[in-house]
């Protein structure tokens, strides 16, 4: 069975730093996605991760994988108050796909 | 493009009643799937579809039933609706794993339930 953990859970950082979130899972595959949730909202495609050293950029973020590692990490740069939000990375196993339980992000002024 | 369409968007249910989640989508993707959101927990696959007929358990399926008779309707229902299904649900389709086609779930809007 696929495990897909994060850390942190909860991340409180100020405007203009850096910070990175980790997603590790428990079992080999190939793809994985991140994804944003604003409060009381659907969930929204940010990145698509398709192979061993992905990496994609969107403006202040960064996503890689490294799926020898079981590992990605989302990179973010210069934190403004609009990346607040809840990221989920979710690991395609079959057809399906297993979510970890989500990173809190408040960017503070 | 609609994408997917779930309906309603909020219920209040009583326990012990049933009802029909809706969701629809445009896409002519052939997987569909429910999942439930709770605190904490991440999303949680309930059931899914690769197909019109074709219908799958996922980690909770207890308490749900599905069909999917149809490419672009994927219903849940809710037998007999107990306090512990109080969550927001989301539909999500993406095109077939395996078909070199990956851009991820298409998300529905979610529906708000609560069981009192």
């Known amino acids: 069975e696929l495990k897909v953990e994060q850390n942190p859970l909860f991340l409180s950082m100020q405007e203009g730093k850096n910070y990175t979130i980790y997603c590790n899972y428990s079992t080999t595959s190939d793809r994985l996605y991140w994804y944003r949730q604003d409060p009381g909202k659907s969930l929204e495609s940010l990145f698509v991760l398709l192979s061993n050293g992905a990496v994609k950029q969107e403006g202040r973020l960064m996503a890689s994988l490294d799926t020898k590692a079981r590992l990605s990490t989302l990179h973010i740069t210069a934190a403004v108050h609009d990346l607040s939000a809840t990221y989920f990375c979710?690991?395609?196993?079959?057809?399906?796909?297993?979510f970890g339980p989500g990173t809190r992000l408040s960017v503070l002024p | 493009n609609a994408g997917v369409t779930q309906t309603p968007k909020f219920q209040v249910l009583k326990t012990g009643q049933s009802m029909t989640l809706q969701c629809a989508q445009d896409?002519?993707?052939?997987?569909m799937s429910w999942y439930r959101q709770d605190p904490g927990m991440g999303l949680r696959l309930i059931h899914y579809?690769?197909?019109?007929?074709?219908?799958d358990q996922g980690e909770v399926p207890n308490g749900y039933n599905v069909s999917r008779s149809t490419t672009e309707d994927f219903p849940l229902r809710l037998l007999l609706a107990a306090p512990s299904q109080t969550s927001v649900y989301f539909c999500?389709?993406?095109?077939?794993?395996?078909?070199?086609?990956?851009?991820?779930?298409?998300f529905g809007s979610g529906t708000r339930l609560t069981v009192v």
């Open positions: 979710a690991v395609e196993y079959g057809q399906n796909f297993v």
């Open positions: 896409m002519n993707h052939e997987y």
């Open positions: 579809s690769v197909g019109a007929g074709i219908t």
């Open positions: 999500a389709s993406k095109p077939l794993s395996g078909t070199g086609i990956y851009y991820g779930y298409t």
